[in-house]
């Protein structure tokens, strides 16, 4: 699930909404209180283990949203890889058990945090890369024959940086390259997405940008 448009539209509010007030949250918070709402009125015996990772894509690198970052130290890039089993997947990216709300709001709003923002004529706290929270939920069942089954899935929740012309935003420096990086990963994603609408397309290019092809098994695959 992502939100998709021009810069200052309000992408950002609508997946993050206003927190303290439930009838202005954004749809993160309110899909946090969906998942544990189904697992604390769960009869059936199953077993759930809920865990969440937080990353940003700056200027088509790889961060850590949930990693403290020391004052005047670099943060570190990390690397996507394949993996026959665990498809696409980022090295060394952190894995945080949540167990409650709580706990899930407080890896947010740390993540969140950490993003990269800066002011343009358009929008004075622009999003200046793409972040990806994403939500994995393992349940077991108990079987008759005493065996567990497992089932896993995960929920994408991507709050993507602003489409903008630089001409308009009044950008310059490292905040135009930064929309040039922007503009392209964007025009990747709607690619990707008109090559799958599209049904006859033999190759799908999800490699031509970080953000498609971290969403690679969301987008396509048996989603």
């Not at 060394?92 to 950490?114: C, W, Y």
């Not at 939500?135 to 089954?149: F, N, P, V």
Request: some cysteine; glycine content about 8%.
């Amino acid at each position: 699930m992502f939100a998709y448009g021009q810069t200052g539209c309000g992408k950002t509010h609508t997946m993050m909404g206003i927190p303290d007030d439930p009838k202005q949250r954004g749809i993160i918070p309110n899909c946090f209180a969906h998942i544990f709402g189904v697992i604390t009125a769960n009869e059936e015996g199953q077993k759930f283990l809920v865990r969440c990772s937080y990353l940003e894509i700056y200027n088509e690198e790889v961060y850590d949203l949930l990693v403290e970052q020391k004052r005047g130290t670099q943060p570190t890039r990390l690397e996507v890889k394949e993996n026959p089993d665990k498809g696409i997947f980022v090295k060394d990216l952190s894995q945080v058990i949540v167990k409650s709300i709580p706990e899930m709001e407080r890896a947010m709003n740390f993540g969140t945090s950490n993003r990269k923002t800066a002011s343009t004529a358009m929008n004075a706290e622009s999003s200046r890369s793409h972040s990806i929270f994403t939500i994995y939920l393992e349940t077991a069942t108990q079987q008759e024959d005493g065996s567990q089954r497992i089932r896993a899935g995960k929920l994408n929740l991507v709050d993507l940086a602003g489409s903008e012309r630089i001409a308009k935003t009044g950008a310059s420096g490292d905040t135009a390259k930064e929309g040039a990086k922007i503009n392209l990963s964007l025009t990747a994603l709607g690619n990707v997405i008109s090559a799958l609408v599209d049904g006859k397309s033999q190759h799908i290019p999800y490699r031509t940008s970080k953000l498609t092809r971290l969403l690679q098994d969301s987008l396509g695959g048996n989603t």
